[in-house]
């Protein structure tokens, strides 16, 4: 599945509080019935949370209701306010699912 990832860059003393923020927000997702399209990813580092967004097929990008869905702007604004970097770029042709996904 094709999907739209946006790679969240922690400070040193941000990283927590931002992935807790990022976890509450997908769960929250998920229990709206968007679990098959939200996930995250924390890298091996620490540093970069990637939160991944799903399109409905193969080759189909999520649409820009599902990432203004996704990424509402007070969400945006909590990650702006702790975040050393949002940058949205990565194309990755599959999903790679999360815990989170995993969970009931």
Do not use: W
Request: aromatic share 6%.
């Amino acid at each position: 599945m094709a999907e739209r990832v946006f790679s969240i860059v922690t400070r040193p003393d941000t990283g927590v509080e931002l992935y807790e923020i990022i976890t509450a927000h997908v769960r929250n997702l998920h229990g709206q019935g968007m679990a098959k399209v939200v996930g995250y990813e924390v890298m091996s580092n620490g540093r970069v949370i990637l939160l991944k967004v799903r399109g409905p097929e193969e080759e189909v990008l999520p649409s820009d209701e599902t990432l203004e869905k996704v990424l509402d702007d007070a969400f945006v604004e909590r990650l702006e306010a702790l975040a050393q970097e949002l940058v949205d770029g990565f194309y990755v042709p599959s999903f790679a699912h999360c815990a989170s996904e995993t969970r009931e």
